[in-house]
């Protein structure tokens, strides 16, 4: 058979019995707060009934370990700790010099030093065959040389000029039959 478990009541809520041992410990402190200011601060008197005593600041570790002590007297010689020195520095040095080796010494030479400052080389200008004037001439770009093959945009009224703007794309059909030339269907 299942044991039922028998509630104990009193004033601060149910408990069960075989649970909550502290609740039902305490529950004659619990009549002078509270439940908000029970869970908020605790018990008072629980540990310890002196409320003006301090912690102490030393652990139970503390107080009871013992630090081990030196013999007092000099366990090698003088000379033994000296080798041992000298062979742990040796081997320390050597270790250093596999890991890193010296660094090669630093060429302080830029770029356009060493790619374009070559000597015997002279600069020469090439001349202008026509006459080009940067603000009026369109740009030759990639786009510009080939403007007959790209798919997507209206179509081109002038090769000097293929980006300009143009409302042909919004210009009714019937409008656009008036015209004397009809663009090209690219």
């Known amino acids: 058979m299942t044991e039922q478990p028998t509630t104990v009541y009193n004033n601060v809520g149910k408990c069960m019995l075989h649970n909550w041992a502290e609740e039902r410990a305490v529950a004659a402190l619990d009549n002078q707060q509270t439940r908000t200011q029970i869970q908020k601060r605790g018990h008072r ?3 310890t009934m002196d409320q003006e005593s301090k912690m102490e600041t030393v652990s139970t570790l503390k107080a009871t370990y013992i630090p081990p002590k030196s013999p007092g007297v000099r366990l ?3 000379r033994g700790e000296l080798l041992e020195k000298h062979i742990a520095q040796m081997i320390r040095e050597k270790v250093h010099a596999e890991l ?3 660094s090669p010494k630093t060429d302080f030479c830029s770029t356009t030093q060493k790619d374009f400052c070559v000597e015997g080389f002279v600069h ?3 001349q202008t065959t026509q006459v080009h004037d940067y603000k009026t001439d369109q740009a030759v770009t990639f786009w510009s040389e080939n403007c007959q093959q790209i798919q997507g945009v209206t179509a081109v009224k002038t090769l000097k000029a293929p980006f300009r703007k143009s409302a042909q794309f919004s210009t009714p059909i019937s409008e656009r039959l008036d015209e004397i030339e009809l663009p090209p269907d690219n």
């Open 76 to 78: 090698r010689g003088i």
């Open 45 to 47: 008197g629980i540990l």
């Open 124 to 126: 020469l200008t090439p």
């Open 100 to 102: 890193k080796p010296p």
